[in-house]
């Protein structure tokens, strides 16, 4: 959290061996792996400690799900052979004062004491970079040997006319609504805009979920963005892809707004919208001229795979980096950064196995390359597909919409990449993430033993079909040969 | 009745849509029978397709058919081609739907690069079949040429490697490319094949370069979900043995690959995720086609969601419990006893198909309609009927197939894909 009234700033105690800018997941996991190893560590963070994730990211939106999950279980209880007693009402406040719990007693973990007291300097103010190798925080000079950017982003403003002037929520405020909007607009369909229209429609908002290229999520494949629209239609939004909003404007009590797919327009009037389009890197007043560290104010601060800026001491890690696939790596990167600043690593980010997930219902899930890439490499792909309806336990839990797809290289059972689209996705990816880390191909996932019932089954049952067709194809060699004879 | 019997039905039913609902001054085909129905490129693709299986069947005379087809050909020789609103196509490509009557575009549709490659499927089939030297012939068959020649297939790439879904003149290209595999194999051939504005071979690459070979229900296969997308580029090219770059890697071909689809498409309805209940060994057949529209209500219990016209597809969805009873019928030349037998499934489930043996473009037993039967969709699709046409005969004689194999833009288009082997 924010300083409390009695909290000072320590002396600076220069030069820090690593000086981080950002107490989000990023800086947090780089300043607490660094004191471990023994570092003099400066965090400066000018908000609140644990960035948005903690505050308006990650956490508020998982929260926020879960309660919404719930309420679409509810809805759905007959067909669990089930029966809600009475009516279902949603207490708004209720759900907003869960989310406000849960931030508080995560953010207990890494209060300004408990960081303070593992041995980080830790600095509340705004961070400017002074020159190469310092940094000035209210008012104090602070030097370093190393130091890492991991500021972060904030929300996109998309240049809608009209809309500035309706207000509109971003992901920065949406968790602060007291009163769930009856009608909201959603403008974005990447994670952040899917995960919050879905969770408001099961709130009891009529969502429109508006977003301009022809598919959600656009980097996933297209069966899981497929998926994904059927399962939202079900929840009642009303879905606009390939849709543009053109502009925005108050008449009463509504916001309207103007959009065009197509040659189509069409007008909604709503009492919220929400916009999810994107965020933009937090660069601007950093004043990294001064450091040599080259960056872009839209796509942010260009790093190596060892995560270094055009400054060989200034590391940058997390939303902040320019070009980032992984926006949520923040703890692979806030790694990889100490172990290369400070302990003469070459730990490469591109060797990472590095899995995401967005957490939608069904939770979509991917780890490695698409097989377009593999296909873009020349590399052959074949692909293990198991339907979660052919899985024992998502049949009895009802929770039998998507699938587990293994790609491999062909002929081999070496992983190259997964998708999962399934209630628990994102916990059925860690299996293939930690086989891939490992090293471990299909054949070692065929012989892992798994408690029965489970929807992991999933997994060991693709590894399965891949054990199976390599017998038949060993079988039809044999059965060549030997007729050959 | 006799299978030979069932077909005969079957073929000469779905021959009456295209009598009836032909525009016999331009040659232009409905879409549907319904109401106000517009003319469909795809459908008159069809059309031309079917008339050379008229004359074989003895339905009509050669000189009837020729006639047809010269009406047809004539008609969009002249028909205005530009990037005005109300023109008939653009750069040699035609507006998906045009009016019956004017032949104008309607429904400020988009100029369509797969429905102009089905319309150009069947100009090129009445180009192979009508080799006669009769004037009306000759005409058919320099026409043809025209009119393949005129089509800038590169410009439907506006500047990308893929080809674009289509255009329209109030806001240019759609942002759609084809993507993953589907019925576009065809478009790709004819676009790789022109002698004028060849696609470059490197599209084709780059388009197969989206595909997906899964194992599916313990089925290795190229993967699409709906039913229609095994069979369009089928109904023309015998892709028998013949293999491109990537059916060789993976030890396959595009036919085996469609009667893989039919063992898909049999499981799942076994499995029925679902639990429609209404699925089985013999009800089978996801595809697009026309739906129930678009409502959510309780039924037996549960929250259904229903469908109008859209890509139905195995396993991934959408499934509301509509079948495309063409789809299981098309699947004639890939599976012939198991189509037959979902056929006569069919058959038995609404013997009054039989009044006209045209089967309708879909069905759903969970969704309410006239009878405890359920819903049922209203007239007949052009597409459906002349996609049954086209794959009975292949299946029966092999006619389309035969006449494509010496196409020469089939042939070369196959070729510069980097199809080999078999009857190429
Ligand atoms: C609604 C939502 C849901 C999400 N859900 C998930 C999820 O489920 N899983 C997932 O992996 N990711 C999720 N994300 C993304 C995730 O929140 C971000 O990727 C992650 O927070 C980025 O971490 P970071 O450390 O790079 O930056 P941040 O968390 O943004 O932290 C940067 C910190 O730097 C501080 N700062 C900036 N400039 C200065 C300066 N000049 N001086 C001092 N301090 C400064 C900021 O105040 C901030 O505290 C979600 C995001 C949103 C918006």
């Not at chain 1, 009492?271 to 960056?295: F, K, M, R, S």
């Not at chain 1, 792909?381 to 587990?404: P, S, Y």
């Not at chain 2, 028998?240 to 498409?265: H, L, T």
Request: charged share 25%; with cysteine.
């Amino acid at each position: 959290m924010t300083t409390s009234p009695s909290w000072r700033n320590p002396d600076p105690r220069g030069p820090y061996h690593l000086l981080i800018i950002g107490a989000g997941p990023a800086g947090l996991i780089a300043a607490r792996a660094a004191v471990r190893g023994g570092a003099k560590v400066a965090l400066i963070e000018r908000n609140l400690l644990g960035g948005s994730c903690l505050n308006n990211g990650c956490i508020p939106s998982k929260a926020i799900i879960r309660t919404s999950r719930l309420y679409r279980e509810m809805r759905d209880a007959e067909h669990f052979g089930g029966r809600v007693p009475g009516g279902i009402a949603v207490d708004f406040p209720a759900v907003m004062e869960r989310v406000r719990r849960i931030r508080a007693r995560l953010s207990e973990r890494g209060s300004a004491e408990r960081l303070a007291a593992m041995g980080i300097d830790l600095h509340f103010g705004e961070a400017r970079f002074a020159g190469p190798d310092s940094v000035t925080v209210g008012g104090n000079v602070l030097r370093f040997k190393k130091a890492l950017v991991a500021t972060g982003a904030r929300p996109v403003r998309p240049p809608i006319p009209g809309l500035e002037e309706a207000g509109y929520l971003t992901y920065e405020n949406v968790f602060d609504l007291t009163e769930c909007p009856q009608r909201l607009l959603v403008i974005g369909g990447g994670p952040v805009g899917c995960e919050l229209a879905q969770a408001f429609a099961r709130l009891g908002s009529r969502v429109t979920l508006v977003e301009e290229d022809p598919m959600f999520l656009g980097h996933e494949e297209r069966d899981a963005a497929q998926l994904l629209s059927d399962a939202l239609a079900r929840d009642g939004i009303e879905i606009h892809l390939d849709t543009q909003t053109t502009r925005v404007r108050v008449e009463g009590n509504d916001k309207v707004a103007d959009l065009v797919n197509d040659d189509t327009k069409r007008t909604v009037a709503v009492d919220q919208i929400l916009v999810g389009v994107g965020t933009a890197p937090n660069v601007q007043g950093l004043e990294l001229e001064a450091a040599g560290v080259v960056y872009d104010d839209a796509r942010g601060i260009p790093v190596d795979d060892f995560l270094r800026t055009t400054n060989r001491r200034i590391f940058a890690a997390g939303d902040v980096c320019a070009g980032n696939r992984f926006p949520h790596i923040e703890s692979a990167a806030g790694r990889i950064v100490v172990a290369n600043a400070l302990f003469l690593g070459r730990q490469r980010l591109s060797a990472e196995a590095i899995p995401w997930c967005t957490f939608t219902d069904p939770e979509i899930a991917h780890v490695g390359m698409y097989v377009t890439e593999a296909r873009q490499k020349n590399i052959p792909v074949k692909t293990f597909t198991i339907l979660m309806h052919e899985v024992d336990r998502a049949i009895t839990d009802g929770e039998e919409e998507g699938f587990v797809k293994v790609h491999v290289r062909e002929g081999t059972g070496k992983i190259l990449g997964a998708t999962v689209v399934a209630s628990h996705a994102g916990d059925l990816i860690n299996e293939i993430s930690l086989a891939m880390s490992a090293g471990l191909d299909l054949h070692a996932l065929a012989r892992v033993n798994q408690p029965y019932p489970t929807q992991s089954q999933a997994i060991k049952m693709a590894a399965g079909a891949y054990v199976a067709s390599r017998r038949t194809s060993f079988r039809t060699w044999l059965m060549t040969k030997w007729l050959s004879w | 009745m006799l299978d030979d019997e069932l077909l005969d039905h079957l073929q000469r039913g779905a021959f009456g849509y295209f009598a009836d609902e032909a525009n016999p001054a331009n040659g232009l085909v409905a879409d549907t029978s319904r109401k106000d129905s517009p003319a469909s490129i795809a459908v008159v693709g069809l059309a031309l397709s079917v008339y050379p299986v008229a004359v074989e069947r003895g339905w009509l005379t050669r000189e009837d058919a020729a006639a047809r087809t010269l009406v047809t050909l004539r008609f969009f020789e002249t028909s205005a081609q530009g990037s005005g609103a109300d023109a008939t196509g653009y750069n040699g490509f035609y507006y998906h739907f045009l009016d019956r009557e004017s032949g104008k575009r309607v429904w400020r549709c988009e100029v369509s690069p797969i429905d102009t490659a089905l319309l150009f499927a069947g100009i090129l089939t009445a180009g192979a079949y009508f080799t006669d030297a009769t004037s009306t012939e000759a005409e058919i068959r320099a026409l043809a040429r025209e009119l393949y020649g005129r089509i800038d297939w590169n410009w439907a790439r506006n500047g990308k490697v893929a080809v674009a879904h289509g255009w329209k003149p109030e806001n240019g290209f759609l942002h759609y490319a084809w993507e993953g595999y589907n019925e576009a194999t065809l478009l790709y051939v004819l676009g790789l094949a022109s002698p004028t504005h060849p696609l470059p071979a490197a599209s084709y690459a780059a388009w197969t370069a989206t595909y997906q070979w899964e194992r599916i229900y313990g089925c290795d296969l190229l993967y699409a979900g709906p039913l229609f997308i095994h069979q369009f580029s089928h109904a023309w090219i015998d892709f028998r043995k013949i293999r491109d770059p990537f059916m060789r890697e993976k030890g396959s071909d595009y036919f085996e690959n469609s009667c893989r689809a039919v063992d898909v498409q049999r499981e799942y309805a076994r499995r029925d995720p679902n639990e429609y209940g209404t699925y089985g060994p013999d009800s089978w057949g996801l595809s697009a086609g026309d739906g129930p529209g678009l409502r959510t209500m309780r039924v037996h219990g549960r929250e259904r969601r229903f469908f109008e016209y859209t890509a139905r597809g195995v396993p991934y969805g959408p499934d509301d419990g509509t079948i495309a009873p063409v789809a299981a019928l098309a699947s004639l030349p890939f599976a012939p006893a198991l189509a037959l037998s979902a056929v006569r499934h069919f058959l038995e489930l609404y013997p009054e198909w039989a009044d006209t043996w045209r089967l309708p473009s879909g069905f759903n037993r969970n969704a309410p309609g006239a009878d405890s039967r359920g819903w049922i969709s209203e007239g007949s699709y052009g597409l459906d009927q002349g996609i049954a046409i086209l794959m009975i005969e292949n299946y029966r004689s092999g006619l389309i197939w035969k006449l494509m194999r010496n196409s020469p833009p089939i042939r070369t288009g196959l070729k510069r894909a980097g199809f080999e082997g078999g009857w190429l």
